[in-house]
């Protein structure tokens, strides 16, 4: 069957339509009449809407890769060793050995008693001549002395401020340009080494003996700070055969302010682990 079409045809006038006498009618035909021409007229648009076409096709972009950036890591605390400087005797029971201990010596004096004496004549049967004598702390040598009044044969190691144990810092102050010194004397014979020589921890130096200004046998051990690279060719005092240069060195050594003298202890005594 033909389908009615809702809406007048586009094509007739309007004043074609059949209109009643009946006033009420009138009213009824045109209220009715309004929404279907409403609604059957047509929308005229000022500007035909514009139309964006899709984007043709692409390839896509690669994700980009992302690298893992890895956490930056604490430093590390640097292990520093301390070793005890008498091969037979741990560095915990050094304080049972002492034969002389430290005296403060007044300022620019060359009195008290500038470092630590160990020794005895026997010690569970054994003499501690010829024991042999180990380095504290790694470090260079910055004296060999030669059998030279009072230290007799003895050495002189520097450790700079980067390799000084941390403990130490806690119990005097240290300046980071400057060194600590730690002189080993009244050895048993010339050493061995050269000045500029590398040490480390452990190593042995020597033997301990009777050289020296010494009523006994034992080693003694001086700790000082001082500016950092300092070296002596030798030094000497107390004896008519020292050299101007060797009498200097001694005095710039003990009896200056360049120099800063501890008691060993500062450093042989270990803090708890």
């Not at 004496?117 to 004598?133: A, E, F």
């Not at 010194?181 to 061995?192: G, I, R, S």
Request: aromatic share 8%.
């Amino acid at each position: 069957m033909p389908t009615a079409d809702a809406c007048p045809s586009r094509s007739k006038p309007v004043r074609d339509a059949v209109v009643p006498a009946n006033p009420f009618l009138s009213n009824a035909v045109y209220f009715f009449m309004v929404p279907v021409m409403a609604a059957c007229s047509p929308v005229v648009s000022p500007n035909p809407p514009s139309v964006t076409p899709y984007p043709p096709s692409s390839t896509p972009s690669p994700v980009p890769t992302q690298t893992a950036t890895s956490m930056p890591q604490p430093t590390p605390t640097k292990i520093i060793n301390v070793c005890s400087p008498l091969a037979g005797h741990p560095i915990e029971d050094l304080a049972k050995i002492v034969s002389e201990p430290f005296k403060t010596p007044r300022p620019n004096r060359d009195d008290g008693h500038h470092g630590l004496d160990l020794g005895y004549w026997s010690w569970n049967g054994t003499s501690i001549i010829g024991m042999p004598i180990d380095a504290i702390l790694d470090g260079r040598i910055a004296a060999v002395i030669n059998n030279r009044s009072p230290y007799g044969n003895a050495l002189m190691i520097e450790t700079i401020f980067e390799r000084i144990p941390q403990y130490l810092h806690t119990r005097i102050s240290i300046p980071e340009d400057q060194s600590l010194y730690l002189v080993y004397a009244h050895m048993e014979n010339p050493p061995d080494l050269q000045i500029g020589q590398e040490i480390t921890c452990g190593q042995s130096l020597g033997t301990v003996g009777l050289s020296g200004l010494t009523s006994g046998p034992h080693l003694h051990i001086e700790v000082r700070w001082g500016p950092a690279g300092t070296t002596f060719a030798s030094m000497a005092y107390y004896t008519t055969d020292a050299t101007p240069e060797e009498m200097a060195a001694y005095q710039t050594w003990r009896m200056s302010d360049t120099f800063h003298l501890f008691n060993p202890f500062l450093l042989l005594t270990l803090p708890p682990s």
